[in-house]
C-alpha cells in the first residue's frame, strides 16, 4: 500500500481533475432537441444556448450573397412544427434540401426564428445508407480556442 | 469469386474457433503438438482472410454489382484507385481489413515466437485466434461483404467525394494498424497473466508491440486531422468530433503504458498498473472502431444503432470481464517490489504522468459519451462541444508538457538540490527565456505564455541532455563532438529515442497552441478586382473561371496574394460539381509557410461569376503541428530497435560464461 502522503496527494489531483471535468460539463453543455420538443418548450428556452437537429425544409433556403447569410426551415419528417433558422458564416457543402441539420445557437421567442451560430449538414443521398462514415458531420464555423 | 471469399470468411472462422480451443487446452496440458497445430491455424486464418480480401477487391476492380456491398461503394466511372480503397468505404470492409490486418499481425507475432516466449505462447494464441473469432462472427453472420442483391444493379452508387482523395487512401489503413496493434500487446500481457510467468519477458513483447501500435495510431489521427484540414474547409484540423476522440484515446493509454514499463523494469512498481493500462487501451481500440463503424454518438438521432452495437457490447463486456479476472486472480504476484519515497523523484513524476495521461483519456471519453449517458440517465440528450474539451485538456496537456522536461532529469529515489542544480537550472533559464521573448513578440495571454515556457524548457532539457551525454563520451573516448553524438544515440536509444518523441512533443505542443490562440478568420464578399487585407496578407480577387472536365464541372477563383506588400504568388479557392453526386466540394487553397497557413474557402459566388464571397484564414505555425509529429513518429520507430548497448551486454554474459565454463 502506498504511504499516507500519496494517498493525499493522489486524491487531491484526482479531485483537481474531477472538478475540471465537471466544472467543464456545467460551462459546456447544450441541450439537444428535435424541432418539436423546442417548440413544445418555446418560452422556456428563448434564448437558451441549444441544438436542435431535424430536416431542410425543401424550397426554403435563401441566400444572401452580400451579407454571405442564409435563412432556412427545418422541420421533422414524421411530426408538425417548423423552425425558421437563420446562419451566418460557412456554409457545408452538404447543405441543400432535405438535408439531415444540426444547427446550434438559440432560439428567440419574439423573433420566432432559431440564430444559429453553427451549422452542421449531413448528406442525405445515398452514400452512407448503411454503415456511418465520420465525413457525414461536417463541422463549419467551429474553433479550437 | 463471391463463393470463394465467402467459403473463406467461414473457414477462417472455424479455424479460429479451432485455435483458440486448441491452444486452451494445448496450453493447459502443456501438450506442444497441440499448441503447434493451433499456431499453425494462425497462419491459416492470415491465408484464408487474405483470399477474401483478395476477392473483394476483384469485385471491386471488375465491377461486379451483384455484391450488395461493391454496389455501394463502388461505380464504373470512378478513379481504379478508388475502386480499390472503396474496399474499406463501408461497414463490411473495414472490418475485413481489421481482420486482415489482425491475422496477418498475429501470424507474425507467432512466428517471430516461433523458439521463444515458449511458455507464454499457448495463451497468446489463445487470445489472439479469440480476437479474431469476435471479428470473424461479424463478418459471417452480421455484415457480410460478400452478400448478393437479388438483381445486379447496371452502375454502383459510387464513393463518396469526399472520401476520394489520397488522404483516405491512406488514414483508414494506418488508423486500423494502430486500433488492430493494440491486441497483439494484450495477448502477452494476457498470456503473462493466464501462464503465471510474470517475469519481465511479457514486458519486451508487450512493449514493442506497443510501441508499433502507438507510432500508426500517431501517424493515423495526425492523418485524419490533415484529411479534415484540407479537405472539409473549416480552417482547423480538430474537432473533437467522436470518431476523432475515439482515435485518440487508446493512444494516451498506449502512451501511459510505454512509460510506466520503464519503472516496472527498473524499480519492479506499478505491475498491477501495466496490466490495467494494456487491458483499457485494448478495449478503448475495439470502442474506437466501434463507435467509427456504427455511428452510436456521432449519429444526429440518438441510437442510430447498426446491427453491431450488440455484438460489440457483449465483445467489449466479455473481454474486460476476461482481462480484469486474470488480473486479479494474480494480484498476489503483481506486488510492488519498492515503495515510493519521495513526490521529488523519478518514480513520483513518472506516476504524475501517468495520472495525466489517464484522465485526459478519461475526460475526452467522458465528453464523448456524455450525450449517451445524459439520455439514459435525464432523458434529455445533452451534447459538450470543443469548449468543453478545450478547457478540460488544457491544464492536463500544460502540465503533462512540463513533466515531459522534468520526468526523464529528475534523480530515482529522491532528488537532491545538486540533482536540481546540475540538470534543471539550465533548461528552467531557458524556459523562462523563451517565455520572456514570446511576451517581447507581443504574446500577452498567459494561457500560450505559459506553454511556450514549457515547452522551451523541454526543448533546452533535451539539447542539454544531448550536449552533457556527448561531452562525457568525449572524455572517455576523444572523438568528434558529432561522432559522439551518434554514438550516444545509438548506445543508448530508449533513452535518447525517448528525447527525439519529447522533442516532437514539445514542437507539436507550440503549434497546436498557436494556432489556437492567434488564428483570424474573416468572411468577405469581394467583386472583381476588388482587395481586402488580413494581418500581413492582401489578397486581390482577380476573377472566377469556369472549366468543365468528363468527371465535373469545377468553378474557380483567382487570387493574387501580396505578403507585407510583396507579390508571393496566386490562390485558386474552387468549388467541384461532380456529375454523379448532388453535393459541391469545396476544394480549400492554401498557402503554407513555416510562419503561418494563409487558408482560402471559396463559400460562394453568383452567377454571373463577377461576385464571391471567401472564407480567409490565417492559422499561425500549423506546420509545427505536422513536424512535430512526425518526428514523434521518427522517434517511436527508432525506439523500435534494439539497443546495442543491450546486445553487447548479452555478448559480454555470454563471454563470461563461456569463461567460466572454460575455467570449472
Redesign the interface.
Known amino acids: 500500500m502506498?504511504?499516507p502522503?500519496?494517498l493525499i496527494?493522489?486524491s487531491l489531483?484526482?479531485g483537481a481533475?474531477c472538478y475540471?471535468?465537471f466544472s467543464?460539463?456545467n460551462?459546456?453543455?447544450?441541450?439537444?432537441?428535435s424541432v418539436s420538443e423546442l417548440m413544445q418548450k418555446e418560452s422556456e428556452l428563448s434564448g437558451e444556448g441549444i441544438?436542435v437537429?431535424g430536416y431542410v425544409s425543401p424550397g426554403t433556403i435563401h441566400?444572401d450573397?452580400?451579407l454571405?447569410q442564409v435563412e432556412f426551415v427545418v422541420s421533422e419528417k414524421n411530426s408538425e412544427g417548423s423552425l425558421p433558422v437563420v446562419y451566418?458564416?460557412?456554409?457545408p457543402?452538404?447543405f441543400?434540401d432535405h438535408a439531415?441539420v444540426?444547427v446550434?445557437g438559440s432560439y428567440h421567442s419574439g423573433q420566432k426564428r432559431f440564430h444559429a451560430t453553427t451549422l452542421?449538414a449531413?448528406?442525405p443521398?445515398?452514400?452512407?445508407?448503411?454503415?456511418?462514415?465520420?465525413?457525414?458531420?461536417?463541422?463549419?464555423?467551429?474553433?479550437?480556442? | 469469386m463471391i463463393e470463394l471469399g465467402h467459403y473463406c470468411l467461414i473457414a477462417c472462422f472455424l479455424l479460429c474457433v479451432y485455435g483458440t480451443v486448441a491452444a486452451s487446452l494445448g496450453g493447459y496440458r502443456g501438450n506442444l503438438p497441440l499448441v503447434r497445430s493451433a499456431e499453425n491455424s494462425v497462419v491459416g486464418n492470415f491465408v484464408t482472410v487474405l483470399v477474401a480480401s483478395v476477392s473483394l477487391c476483384w469485385l471491386f476492380l471488375t465491377d461486379q454489382y451483384q455484391v450488395e456491398y461493391v454496389a455501394s461503394y463502388s461505380a464504373r466511372d470512378i478513379p481504379t484507385v478508388y475502386k480499390f480503397t472503396a474496399f474499406w468505404g463501408g461497414q463490411a470492409g473495414s472490418l475485413l481489413l481489421w481482420a486482415l490486418v489482425l491475422s496477418s499481425f498475429a501470424m507474425i507475432a507467432v512466428l517471430q515466437n516461433r523458439h521463444k516466449n515458449r511458455h507464454l505462447m499457448p495463451y497468446v494464441t489463445v487470445v489472439l485466434s479469440g480476437a479474431l473469432t469476435f471479428f470473424m462472427i461479424l463478418l459471417t453472420f452480421a455484415t457480410n461483404p460478400f452478400d448478393t442483391l437479388p438483381v445486379a444493379p447496371a452502375d454502383g452508387q459510387g464513393l463518396n467525394p469526399l472520401l476520394q482523395n489520397f488522404y483516405m487512401i491512406i488514414h483508414p489503413p494506418i488508423l486500423y494498424l494502430g486500433y488492430v496493434g493494440m491486441t497483439v500487446p494484450f495477448a502477452f500481457a494476457m498470456a503473462a497473466l493466464m501462464s503465471g510467468r510474470l517475469d519481465t519477458s511479457w514486458i519486451r513483447s508487450t512493449r514493442r508491440w506497443t510501441l508499433v501500435s502507438w507510432v500508426f495510431l500517431t501517424v493515423g489521427f495526425t492523418l485524419g486531422g490533415t484529411w479534415a484540414y484540407e479537405e472539409l474547409g473549416w480552417g482547423g484540423y480538430w474537432a473533437w468530433d467522436p470518431v476523432e476522440n475515439a482515435s485518440f484515446m487508446p493512444w494516451f493509454f498506449a502512451s501511459a503504458f510505454l512509460h510506466s514499463v520503464m519503472i516496472t523494469e527498473k524499480k519492479g512498481m506499478l505491475k498491477m498498473w501495466n496490466f490495467i493500462l494494456i487491458l483499457v487501451a485494448f478495449e478503448l481500440s475495439i470502442f474506437g472502431t466501434f463507435v467509427t463503424r456504427s455511428g452510436v454518438i456521432s449519429s444526429v438521432h440518438s441510437f442510430a444503432l447498426s446491427n453491431l452495437g450488440p455484438l460489440f457490447v457483449v465483445f467489449l463486456a466479455s473481454s474486460t470481464s476476461f482481462g480484469l479476472f486474470w488480473i486479479f486472480y494474480r494480484s498476489d504476484q503483481l506486488k510492488s517490489e519498492q515503495r515510493m519515497q519521495s513526490f521529488l523523484s523519478r518514480e513520483a513524476t513518472f506516476l504524475l504522468n501517468n495520472l495525466l495521461f489517464v484522465s485526459i483519456c478519461f475526460a475526452i471519453f467522458w465528453g464523448t459519451v456524455f450525450p449517451i449517458i445524459s439520455e439514459w440517465v435525464r432523458g434529455e440528450k445533452i451534447t459538450v462541444g470543443p469548449p468543453f474539451f478545450n478547457k478540460v485538456t488544457w491544464p492536463l496537456g500544460l502540465a503533462l508538457l512540463t513533466l515531459t522536461g522534468i520526468c526523464p532529469l529528475i534523480a530515482w529515489r529522491k532528488a537532491t538540490a545538486k540533482n536540481f542544480r546540475r540538470n534543471f537550472l539550465f533548461p528552467l533559464g531557458g524556459g523562462l527565456l523563451s517565455g520572456l521573448i514570446a511576451l517581447g513578440l507581443g504574446v500577452r495571454l498567459l494561457v500560450p505564455l505559459l506553454f511556450y515556457s514549457a515547452a522551451g524548457f523541454v526543448v533546452l532539457s533535451i539539447f542539454f541532455e544531448f550536449y552533457k551525454g556527448a561531452r562525457a563520451r568525449q572524455v572517455i573516448r576523444p572523438t568528434h563532438f558529432l561522432v559522439a553524438l551518434k554514438d550516444l544515440t545509438l548506445m543508448n536509444k530508449r533513452r535518447y529515442g525517448g528525447f527525439i518523441v519529447h522533442f516532437g512533443v514539445a514542437m507539436a505542443f507550440v503549434g497546436i497552441i498557436s494556432s489556437s490562440f492567434f488564428s483570424v478568420e474573416k468572411l468577405v464578399t469581394l467583386k472583381q478586382g476588388e482587395q481586402f487585407e488580413l494581418r500581413h496578407y492582401t489578397l486581390t480577387f482577380l476573377e472566377m473561371v469556369q472549366r468543365s472536365d468528363p468527371e465535373k464541372d469545377v468553378v474557380f477563383a483567382r487570387l493574387q496574394v501580396f505578403q507585407n506588400g510583396e507579390e508571393t504568388g496566386k490562390l485558386f479557392p474552387q468549388k467541384h460539381f461532380h456529375h454523379k453526386s448532388e453535393q459541391p466540394m469545396t476544394e480549400v487553397a492554401i498557402r503554407s509557410t513555416l510562419r503561418d497557413d494563409l487558408y482560402v474557402v471559396l463559400s460562394s459566388f453568383d452567377e454571373k461569376l463577377t461576385q464571391a464571397t471567401f472564407h480567409v484564414f490565417i492559422n499561425p505555425l500549423v506546420q509545427l503541428i505536422w513536424i512535430g509529429i512526425g518526428i514523434m513518429a521518427c522517434g517511436g520507430i527508432f525506439l523500435f530497435f534494439p539497443d546495442k548497448k543491450s546486445a553487447s551486454k548479452v555478448t559480454a554474459l555470454r563471454n563470461r560464461k563461456v569463461v567460466r565454463d572454460e575455467a570449472a
Do not use: W
Request: net charge negative.
Open positions: 502506498p504511504t502522503k500519496f496527494a493522489g489531483i484526482v481533475i475540471l471535468m467543464g460539463i460551462d459546456s453543455m447544450i441541450y439537444y432537441y441544438r437537429s441566400l450573397q452580400q454571405s451566418q458564416g460557412l456554409i457543402d452538404t441543400k439531415e444540426v446550434e452542421l449531413k448528406c443521398s445515398k452514400y452512407e445508407s448503411k454503415g456511418e462514415e465520420h465525413s457525414e458531420e461536417i463541422p463549419v464555423a467551429q474553433r479550437v480556442n
